[in-house]
């Protein structure tokens, strides 16, 4: 305390004393200051000026441009003099009607005659080709050349010349076509210049003849025959100086003036002066003003350093109490919660009977529920401490767009609800930011919207606008056809804690965080969340947030999109929309068709390269198609709650948006990218990439169910593990075998997981074995600042509890070495249907191979198969007894692909063959062939019925053998 005390008292006298010196200082150097700033000021008034004075003159070089253009023309042409001056004087009357009095007329010399648009006839001594502006545009042939002001032959008045050679396209020389204009305005314009009161302009001509000035008798005069003080400025500018600042000059009145002057690109000076009393008086009140605002300021910062010191010493103190509270319950709390979901994960993964399967199913989300809520709890607690931190790494965008799309399409299984997305091909594909973190506010937002919308439609938009070469502001609109909100509640919508409309959202879940939480992010990435909502009809929430880019490839992009045929029927106006606004914004143009009778008309004409359809059509849309030989690719947009196999074309499961409609349009399979796979995106739950039997792992825990659940976790990737329950026994281990790796938990009665790493290292520092050892943090603590502490400490890499699978495998690719790494068909994993029962008329193995070799998935299926296979029996023999022959081919093709999507190959074969003599009525076929095929058909089915029965009485028996074993 006595430390801090000093220390703050210190800066204290520090800061007071600067800042009593630099208002001391202030008074004496305050008039430089505030010169400089005058001098700007005055600086922008001439530059000012010269743009506005450049730009009339601009006006008369462009007419006289344009004008000698027209006349060229003309005389190629084979015009007359007569009819050439016709033409200038219909100009002048129309250029004196359209520009006012500033135009005067044009006129010159053609073919040695001088002709005038205002049939002026000078007097008989006029010579025109001794005229300034004839001499002047001869001598810069193809420039338009301005003169200085003089008075018009015709009536004295002051005018501007701009004059040019009237030229050929051959080079051939016409004669000197010229534009006057009154000078009156620029005059004026000059005289009203100014910076102070007092003050006024003037203007030079290259020679630095006097052209304006307000004393008349100034003008014409050489401005270096006026003083000696003015001569010293003509030979600055004169040495090709652009401009003269801050001369001091007696002026017409005898007045002390401060002048400034500055050239024009036409050679012409603007100049402005102020009396000198009225810009030293500016210049002292100003540096009064200032000395009073230090000694204010001065005073005010005193005291709040004073505060400061006394705030700051009681901050530090709850700090440091608030971190360690917040290490120690996310270890206490997260640390159960890694034994309940890692057995759960566990136990899915084993053969169990199908009642037990869903009990521990229910554990494992009611657990995630759990989770969730504790991280809200946590992360609102770090940040009311300060400790929220964005980590910045590159990421693949339609990587993370994919995965939310898959958590937020589970929810909607059982809920009516459709949702919609939109992703601005445009958006770069690799951007650098948090992940993680946008991750956590997209699905916030998103889960709100199910949550809180009973029937309709919820929709995500993703745009972005550049912000520099390399940054650029992302925006993510969450639309709903929800409940909404009242406008008196959303001002309390991302308050902490806060739930609005309680009557109506009674048995809605929550902490009332989410929100809170996700405006913080997004605030910590530069940007926040709005809400536009009306009641009773939804809501509109929007996520904006700044994010890096070193590679601006585009996300989606489709090759000669203006060469795609495409159509499509959705009879929903707001998917049509949708999918209208992807093409569209894809480069392609589609035809919505208006019919589903129209739509396979099309179709089987076969009049376009891609047809897109939903699911809920695609039987029909499938027959009709292959019975007209169509070249379209048939596109099957399946529906949330729906499943439907089409082996022979393309399926993509709604929403569609940019990037699979890019990779279908550009012929790569649906869940392709057109870019290289993300490092951070790994395979979900028992998938394991890759097997490693060659490798040797220690995992260090000091509860035995964590190491029995990290245990089971790595089994699927066949590395040979020890375990232990203490550092000590750690640090024997690690030095009687050579791990390539050590999961090393953080809090551990006695020696702790850091201090045991820091022995590790200095085993042997001579050993690379001992200093370079992976070593993996298992830890529950997910305070920032802590990790930064375990990097110090030697640690290589964290894995948080729960363990996530994802994460896991992260690790395991990123430290066991490549060479002890086997792929899947190299490390010999045993395919499921080995312990499959065989069932005659089926290939077990190839349909296991489609449901990615799950024995659980595959009985599910068969059940399915089982029972459509009995139904539709009957319905394949009323049809042909009714000789309904379009209906007999639509139930052949479905069982087609359905036994071929089992393995049974060869009854998909038999109805692939009548589905074709059902098309093209052949009879005798039909006659000969379907009742051998219903025979098989009913035969499959009873032994897929046989052997689940069998496959149940087996798992029952086991049961209680599953309940205790674990």
Known sequence: MRKLLVTNLSQLILVILAFLVMVLMSYFFASGIVEKYIFANADEVVTNADTVITAKLREAEVSVINISLSLRNRLENSQTVEEIHRYLRELTRFLRASEGTVFVSVYGVVNGRFIDGNDWTPPADYRPLDQPWYRAAMEHPGEVVILPPYPDARDGSIILTASRVLDGSGGEVYGVICYDMYFLDIEEYVKTLRFSEGGYGMLLAPDFTILVHPEDSYLGKPMGKLSEAHAMVTRELGGGSPKVSLVKLENHQNKEVVAFYHRMPNGWYIGIATPKVNYYQDVYRMAVVLSILGFILSAMLCVILIRMSIARYHSEEENRSKTSFLARMSHEIRTPMNSILGASNIMIRKKIPRELLEYITIIRESGTSLLSIINDILDFSKMEVGFIHIENKDYSLSSLINDVINVIRGMLIEKPLDFFVFVDSGVPERLNGDKARLRQVLINLLNNAVKYTKKGYLSLHVNFSWLDARKLRLSFNVSDTGIGIKKEDIKNLFKDFSRVDMENNEGVEGTGLGLAIANRLCQAMEGGITVESEYGKGSVFTASLVQSCEEPQAIARVDNPEQKRVFFYEERPVYARFLLEAFTNL??????????????????????????????????????????????????????????????????????????????????????????????????????????????????????????????????????????????????????????????????????????????????????????????????????????????????????????????????????????????????????????????????????RYLGGSAAAYADVLGVFRADAEEKAGQIREAAEREDWELFTALVHAIKGAARGVGAAGLGDLAAGLEQAGRSRDLAVIGEQTPGFLRDLTDLAGAVKNTLARISRQEKKREPAALSGF
Request: hydrophobic letters at 40%.
């Open 587 to 848: 480069g392609v143009h589609p035809a919505q068709v208006q019919s589903l009778s129209a739509f396979m008309e099309r179709l089987e004409q076969g009049t376009g390269d891609f047809a897109f359809v939903s699911s809920r059509y695609a039987a029909e849309c499938v027959s009709r198609g292959e019975r007209g030989n169509t070249a379209a690719r048939l596109v099957v947009m399946t529906e949330l709650r729906n499943v439907f196999v089409y082996p022979e074309g393309i399926s993509v499961s709604m929403p569609v948006y940019a990037p699979i409609l890019a990779n279908v349009l550009n012929g790569a399979a649906p869940g392709e990218s057109a870019l290289p796979p993300p490092e951070e995106d790994f395979p979900e739950m028992g998938e394991a990439r890759f097997t490693a039997p060659a490798a040797r792992a220690l995992i260090v825990d000091d509860i035995a169910t964590n190491l029995k659940v990290a245990v089971e976790l790595m089994a699927p990737y066949k590395i040979r593990i020890d375990t232990c329950s203490s550092g000590g026994e750690a640090l024997g281990m690690v030095q009687k075998h050579r791990y390539d790796l050590v999961f090393m938990d953080h809090m551990m009665p006695g020696m702790d997981g850091l201090e045991t790493t820091s022995r590790i290292r200095n085993l042997n520092k001579n050993d690379r074995y001992f200093t370079s050892l992976p070593v993996i943090m298992l830890t529950a603590n997910v305070i920032v600042s802590q990790r930064e502490m375990f990097f110090k400490s030697g640690v290589n890499d964290f894995l948080g509890k729960p363990i996530d699978v994802q994460e896991l495998c992260r690790v395991l690719e990123k430290w066991i070495p490549g060479e002890k790494r086997l792929s899947r068909e190299e490390g010999g994993e045993p395919a499921a249907g080995e312990t499959f029962p065989e069932i005659p008329g089926l290939s077990v193995q190839e349909g296991l």
